[in-house]
Nanobody, 121 residues
Framework: QVQLVESGGGLVQPGGSLRLSCAAS????????MGWYRQAPGKQRELVAT???????VYAYSVKGRFTISRDNAKNTMYLQMNSLKPEDTAVYYC???????????????WGQGTQVTVSS
């Protein structure tokens, strides 16, 4: 199995920065695309950013220019650098990975448990 563990959330003032990390354990055979999603209270989960194994990225319009997604394939770890944070960025942030756990099991979607990000003065 593949486990994803997020870290780095917390409380920050508007205009501040946070860096989220997502570490994949379970020694997966291969990890393909990874991404960050978020869900605010009373809202649906939405895409924040994705990154392929080769480093191609896609961002939601609302975070473009403020957030940067990256990954270290050797460490099976993904990051989200969040700058110029706004109150509307407040949400639980989830890590997602499309991974093949072993050579004989199919590729599947995996999710972390989420980390809370609160932007407030």
């Amino acid at each position: 199995q593949v486990q994803l563990v997020e870290s780095g959330g917390g409380l920050v003032q508007p205009g501040g920065s946070l860096r989220l990390s997502c570490a994949a354990s379970g020694n997966p055979f291969s990890i393909y695309a990874m991404g960050w999603y978020r869900q605010a209270p009373g809202k649906q989960r939405e895409l924040v950013a994705t990154i392929t194994s080769s480093g191609s990225t896609v961002y939601a319009y609302s975070v473009k220019g403020r957030f940067t997604i990256s990954r270290d394939n050797a460490k099976n770890t993904m990051y989200l650098q969040m700058n110029s944070l706004k109150p509307e960025d407040t949400a639980v942030y989830y890590c997602n990975a499309k991974a093949k756990p072993t050579t004989w099991l199919p590729t599947n979607d995996y999710w972390g448990q989420g980390t809370q990000v609160t932007v407030s003065s």
